[in-house]
């Protein structure tokens, strides 16, 4: 298994522009979620998805669009980046009904908005 | 929102020493959860504690679960210089959405 990926790992933007951070698992997970840290905020959760057709907000959804058509896939957009979203961006998955110590993140896409 | 407070931020300590770190909420948790995350990587799961004065090991860290279900604190023991990275304790309030509310971290750094 490769567990959570996301790509790319790195990425520079200048406002306005869009972009599409990827992250996939291969363990069946149902429920997979996005964070973003910053410096001294810890991790925030921004969307979330409990499966396939299925998304709600988190704490800090706003500037960020969701969607999982795929148990496998589920990729934050940002239609318009802005300097406050320059962050760690982490992704994470665990299987739904287990205990929490299944929840598995990904390594981080670092994005820089300029 | 729901809000942890973590303490202490950072902590400078020499190799072989004991650590203690703690986080407080306002509201009650059903699960608290400490990750460990290492510069440039995701965070990685500790220790996971599900009941009320749960008290937990995996080897030299020790973790518990507070009466209250307001509160935990992590324990290293015998430091060693990979333990430094940024420790983080998160609570679950439970039900459908297994939303989890994290701590602000604790940055540790072990002088050999």
Redesign the interface.
Same mark, same amino acid.
């Given at each position: 298994n490769a567990g959570?990926t996301q790509t790319p790992k790195f990425q520079v933007l200048k406002t306005g522009q869009s972009m599409t951070l990827q992250c996939a698992q291969d363990m069946n997970h149902e429920?997979m979620?996005w =964070?973003r840290q910053d410096p001294?905020?810890? #991790?925030? #959760?921004i969307h =979330?998805s409990?499966g396939a057709g299925i998304t709600?907000q988190?704490?800090v959804p706003n500037g960020y669009n969701v969607s999982r058509s795929t148990t496998e896939d589920f990729p934050l957009r940002l239609l318009s980046a802005a300097p406050s979203q320059t962050s760690v961006y982490?992704c994470?998955s665990?299987k @739904?009904g287990a205990?929490?110590?299944t @929840?598995y993140?990904?390594?981080?896409t670092r994005l820089t908005v300029l | 929102?729901q809000q942890?407070n *973590?303490s202490p931020?950072s902590m400078f300590i020499q190799e072989g020493e004991d650590v203690s770190m703690n986080c407080t909420s306002s509201s009650i948790f059903n699960?608290w959860?400490w990750y460990k995350q290492d510069p440039?990587?995701?965070?990685?799961?500790l220790i996971?504690l599900?009941k009320a004065g749960e008290l937990t090991s995996n080897g030299r860290l020790t973790a518990q679960f507070g009466i209250t279900r307001k509160d935990s604190f992590l324990n290293i023991s015998a430091s060693i210089p990979s333990d430094v990275g940024i420790y983080?304790c998160?609570g *679950?309030r439970g039900g459908?959405?297994?939303?989890?509310t994290?701590?602000?971290?604790t940055l540790l750094t072990v002088n050999p």
């Open positions: 959570v429920y979620s =964070y001294g905020m810890g #991790l925030r #959760l =979330y409990v709600d988190g704490e982490f994470a665990r @739904q205990g929490t110590d @929840q993140f990904g390594p981080g | 929102g942890l *973590q931020q699960t959860l440039g990587e995701g965070p990685v799961l996971a599900y983080f998160a *679950q459908s959405n297994y939303k989890l994290f701590g602000k971290g």
